[in-house]
């Protein structure tokens, strides 16, 4: 939509973010501060109080960033959830606030529909098999009749999270994911671990485990790290293939934290070309959670009449990316 500016309220986890972004989808602001641990995972109460100390600035960064004033603005989109309480009822507030005292639309937007809208902004991909791995997720999605539907997914641990875990465990500093992926590399020996897929899901607990008690064994890290990824991606891949072979779609794409591994990207790319689907990732700079995946998905909700009373705009720790009615796709593409 022409003329069209939402501001983004990104807080669901570990960053408080906020972006601008134009109804063709330019960027106008993004800004951004994640809250690091001191010591072990995220703390949902320290996060929040990161997102508290924060987010009046970066809120003040994003306007003069994009030379815009708060009454520029059409409209303010907040991630409602699925995330943390706490951390999600900071933006939640930073959101009604602006809403209420500048007289603008609120837009809920759920935070895992915004990881692949952002992935669809940005390769042009119109109707992509997604596979959306990040901090807290780990989900096989493609469109279908109105929704995005869970095709495949973790039963347990996320398999970002379960990296960082691994990491931390290993004595490794937050976030784990790249500092595994950089070991990784290095490592050249193959060791077995429990490969576990069940159907169309995977199951991460019972490989952080064992590869934990490996690490007790005094085997190398270097070592370990290659194995653990191999096993990880090797089983995110299968349930990928089925899903792709099931729906037969012509596109894949990788989005959220996790989507930065080239690891990963190679062996699926390897999967959707087995199957004649391109394969696309979202940019590293969009790839984490942030400010503008909100905004662009609020501009598209807007556009398609979707809003929210102050009063009813609670958070939802739990909201499934399936429960969230998609209008802006119509047949499978937008
Ligand atoms: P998000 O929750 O979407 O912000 O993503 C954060 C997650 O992505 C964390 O669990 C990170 O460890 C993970 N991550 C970031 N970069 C990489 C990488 N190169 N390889 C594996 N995991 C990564
Ligand atoms: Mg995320």
Redesign the pocket.
Known sequence: MKDLLVLGIEST???FGCGIVSGEGEVAADERSTYIPSKGGIHPRESAQHHSSVAPGLVKRALSASGLSANDISAVAVALGPGLGPCLRVGATIARALAAAYDKPLIPVNHAVAHIEIAKLTTRFRDPLIVFV???NTIISAYSDGRYRVFGETLDLAL??M??AFAREAGLPH????K??ELAKKGNKFIKLPYVVKGQDVSYSGLLTAALKLLKEGFRLEDVCYSLQEYAFAMLAEVVERALAFTEKREVVLT???A??VELQRKLEMVAKEHNAVFGVVPRSL???NGVMIAWTGALAYSHGVTIDVAESHVRPRWRLDEVDIPWVSRGTN
Do not use: I, R, Y
């Open positions: 986890a570990h960053t990040s901090g807290g970002g999270n990296l960082d976030p784990g994911g790249p595994v992926e959220g934290g996790v930065s591994n790839a984490g959670d």
